[in-house]
């Protein structure tokens, strides 16, 4: 069982920079797989960035791509997510997800069916 916690939501004016953190349970998390999506009220949920484990293989959503930056620190078990340039569209709950498959390939970093294990989510909103 991984226990996944989500920090560092909050509210944020459009143009401003905003960093999540995600803390993973369990001994292997090098390994895992972890990803970031997000759900905007009325909406479905939509994938962000991930980060694959066994060779750090980013992932990004294009509708963020030069703008948030996924990353991970093995020893501390956490993955990150630096959004800069963030924009009222950005205004969501963020969900940290892990996958312990170790054959997942690129295209199914994506795909929230590929996760097994959920963060109970951290808010971010975007507004003046």
Do not use: H
Request: proline share 2%; charged share 20%.
């Amino acid at each position: 069982q991984v226990q996944l916690v989500e920090s560092g939501g909050g509210l944020v004016q459009p143009g401003g920079s905003l960093g999540l953190s995600c803390a993973a349970s369990g001994r292997t998390f090098r390994s895992y797989n972890m990803g970031w999506f997000r759900q905007a009220p009325g909406k479905e949920r939509e994938f962000v960035a991930a980060i694959r484990g066994r060779d750090s293989t980013t992932a990004y959503a294009d509708s963020v791509k030069g703008r948030f930056t996924i990353s991970r620190d093995n020893a501390k078990s956490t993955v990150y997510l630096r959004m800069t340039s963030l924009e009222p569209e950005d205004t969501a709950n963020y969900y940290c997800a892990a996958s312990l498959r170790l054959g997942i390939i690129f295209s199914q970093l994506g795909e929230a069916r590929e996760y097994e294990y959920w963060g109970q989510g951290t808010r971010v909103t975007v507004s003046s």
